[in-house]
Each structure stands twice: as C-alpha cells, then as structure tokens.
C-alpha cells in the first residue's frame, strides 16, 4: 500500500485476498461503499487517488496542496459512507465523480494555505532566520513544475470557468465527454461546445502569453 494511503488515514485492506474480492467494477466498489464498507473506500482510493491528486495539482498549482486534497476529498466521501448519504454510481467509473468533489475541496485547502502563508510571513518578521531551505533536486523540480503550472493556470483563468471545468475533466483528466456530462449535469453536446470554445479561445491566449512572457 502506497505511503499516501497511510498517511491520509484511509482504511487499510486486511488481506491480499480481501483486495482480489473487491476487485470487481467502480459501480459494485460503490454499492459496498454505501454500506459503510471501508475496504471499499481503500480500494477506491487505490484506483483514483493519483488521478485526483493530478488533478489538484493542476487546479492549485502546489504539490502540497495536493496532497491535502486528495486527503480532504478521501475523507470527505467516507464522511458521507458513514452517514449513508451517498447516492447510487450512475457512472461505469467513479473517477470523474471524485474530481469533482476535488475541485469542491480545492478552494478551502487554497484558502487553508493562504492562512498559513500570511502566518509564516508573520512569523519570519519575527525570526527572520526562519527554516532551512530544502535546495536538494527534488525540491528544485517541484519547485519548477508549480512555476509552470501557476503559469498556465494564469492562461487557463482566463476563459470561462464553465470552459475551464470541461477543460480539466476531459483533457487533462481523460475523462470522457458523456461522464463529464454526466458528473456536471448538462448535456455531452454542450460539453463538447464549451471544449470546443475552450480550444479556440486558450489558442489565442497561449499565443498572447508567449508575447507577454509567460510560457
């Protein structure tokens, strides 16, 4: 089991055998999921923790920020298993229903985060000396990629968020256009209009953001 799923406080499987019983589709894992099976949830998260985790990245720009998404969204969908509010899976898979409930979580860990930021600048006015920086090469290559990511999510941000949400489902997540029709509750047509209009406009833009310096 991966560190992640530990450390998110997700359900562990109690055995190799109880997996290959869950190995059956998202819709069956779901249905046991309602009951409050926890096993479930893990088998779950198994599947579609990297996507979400992809996914929140691209929508914050921030690997820790990530993580505490997948974790928040994770808990949030046990919190519901517990309750038994969560409703039957429609869907062959439960993917594009989980990024969902990840873009809902991406802006209370944003806001999270900015408190936290506006804290440690507090804190540095008083030590200034602050903590160590990490300058080893992973640290620099994560650093790196949310430069570029916050640089196309400035281009991104600036089509509708309508387009965006589309553009982030099917495209960046490979989700296909009737689930994201499905999970967003309009019509595969108008899916494929907003992506459509998404391309057009993001072709312009990326053009302008070369001009202005910002790929």
């Known amino acids: 089991m991966s560190t992640r799923t530990a450390t998110l ?14 190995a059956g589709s998202d819709r069956e894992l779901w249905e046991q999921l309602r009951t409050g099976d926890e096993s479930a949830l893990t088998e779950l ?6 996507a979400v985790y992809n996914f929140a990245f691209r929508r914050t720009s921030s690997w820790p920020a990530a993580e ?14 517990r309750a038994r509010r969560i409703d039957q899976l429609t869907l062959d898979t439960a993917r ?11 802006g209370n860990v944003l806001r999270a985060f900015r408190r936290q930021s506006a804290l440690r600048d507090r804190i540095e ?11 080893s090469i992973a640290a620099a290559a994560r650093i790196d990629d949310e430069r570029a990511m916050s640089d196309i999510r400035r281009i991104l ?15 960046w997540s490979e989700c296909s256009m009737a ?8 019509p595969e047509g108008t899916v494929k209009s907003r992506l459509a209009r998404a391309r057009t406009s993001l ?5 302008l953001g070369d001009q202005e310096g910002l790929r």
Do not use: N, Y
């Not at 505490?68 to 298993?81: E, G, I, P, S, Y």
């Not at 689930?179 to 309009?186: C, E, F, H």
């Not at 072709?203 to 053009?207: E, K, N, S, W």
């Open 9 to 22: 406080g997700v359900p562990r499987v109690g055995t190799e055998a109880r997996r290959v019983q869950l």
């Open 45 to 50: 998260f198994q599947r579609h923790s990297d």
């Open 68 to 81: 505490d998404v997948v974790q928040a969204t994770f808990l949030a969908l046990w919190r519901r298993a």
């Open 96 to 106: 594009p229903l989980l990024l969902v409930m990840a873009g809902h979580e991406c």
């Open 125 to 135: 006015l008083i030590d200034p000396t602050g903590p160590v920086p990490d300058h």
């Open 157 to 171: 941000d600036r089509i509708p968020a309508k387009q965006r949400e589309v553009v982030e489902l099917v495209v």
């Open 179 to 186: 689930d994201a029709a499905r999970v967003l509750g309009i």
């Open 203 to 207: 072709a312009g833009l990326l053009d």
